[in-house]
């Protein structure tokens, strides 16, 4: 069965950190590009970072810049979202995706962030 579990989630302060993870079963990342979004209460789904197969190349939504560091474990099948002075915009459901051939999300983890 596959599967994408967050996990980390939680209420942190303005200026705070979290760090995501994502563990992939069923199937093995090595060949997805790991993606992570995000949606706020009445927003659209919005991809926060990307990283290429190898870790070679990632990219990230320009509120994030400088702030979010996505990482990946091939041989551990993880996936994390590194997520450091945090502000209360960065409140959302935060979701892991896996995109190939085929296209697998998790079920979100609640991050919120408190001013």
């Known amino acids: 069965q596959v599967q994408l579990v967050e996990s980390g989630g939680g209420l942190v302060q303005l200026g705070g950190s979290l760090r995501l993870s994502c563990a992939a079963s069923?199937?093995?990342?090595?060949?997805?590009?790991m993606n992570w979004y995000r949606q706020a209460p009445g927003k659209e789904r919005d991809l926060v970072a990307s990283?290429?197969?190898?870790?070679?190349?990632?990219d990230y939504k320009d509120s994030v810049k400088g702030r979010f560091t996505i990482s990946r474990d091939n041989a551990k099948n993880l996936v994390f979202l590194q997520m450091n002075s945090l502000k209360p915009e960065d409140t959302a459901v935060y979701y892991c995706?896996?995109?190939?051939?085929?296209?697998?999300w998790g079920q979100g983890t609640q991050v919120t962030v408190s001013s």
């Open positions: 069923g199937f093995t990342i090595d060949r997805y590009t």
């Open positions: 995706n896996a995109r190939w051939t085929y296209d697998y």
């Open positions: 990283i290429s197969r190898t870790g070679g190349t990632t």
